[in-house]
């Protein structure tokens, strides 16, 4: 069973950084994609970031909003991904969620909340 668990999030103000991290039980080099999701109130699931294998080149992708100030990496040897968030503004608020893809099938975190405000 594949469990992935968030942690870094919480209040910062306006301008402000954040790190989060996804830890996986288990390697993360047997997941094609992982990518980062977050949910606003009242709003749909939005991809943010995703990191995706190709052999020894990981290829990056952005959401529009975020691109330039945020940065997702791999680590395979700590089994963790990270989202580097910098800049951070309010509309950045959200829970965010991990996912990872393997064979077909998406596995999610319980998410972690983000807070931008003064």
């Known amino acids: 069973q594949v469990q992935l668990v968030e942690s870094g999030g919480g209040l910062v103000p306006p301008g402000g950084s954040l790190r989060l991290s996804c830890a996986a039980s288990?390697?993360?080099?047997?997941?094609?994609?992982i990518a980062w999701y977050r949910q606003a109130p009242g709003t749909q699931r939005e991809l943010v970031a995703s990191?995706?294998?190709?052999?020894?080149?990981?290829?990056?992708n952005y959401v529009d909003s975020v691109r330039g100030r945020f940065t997702i990496s791999r680590d395979n040897a700590k089994n963790t991904v990270y989202l580097q968030m910098n800049s951070l503004k309010s509309e950045d608020t959200a829970v965010y969620y991990c996912?990872?893809?393997?064979?077909?099938?998406?596995?999610w975190g319980q998410g972690t909340q983000v807070t931008v405000s003064s």
């Open positions: 996912n990872a893809l393997k064979s077909g099938s998406h596995y």
């Open positions: 288990g390697s993360i080099a047997r997941f094609h994609v």
């Open positions: 990191i995706t294998s190709r052999g020894t080149i990981n290829l990056v």
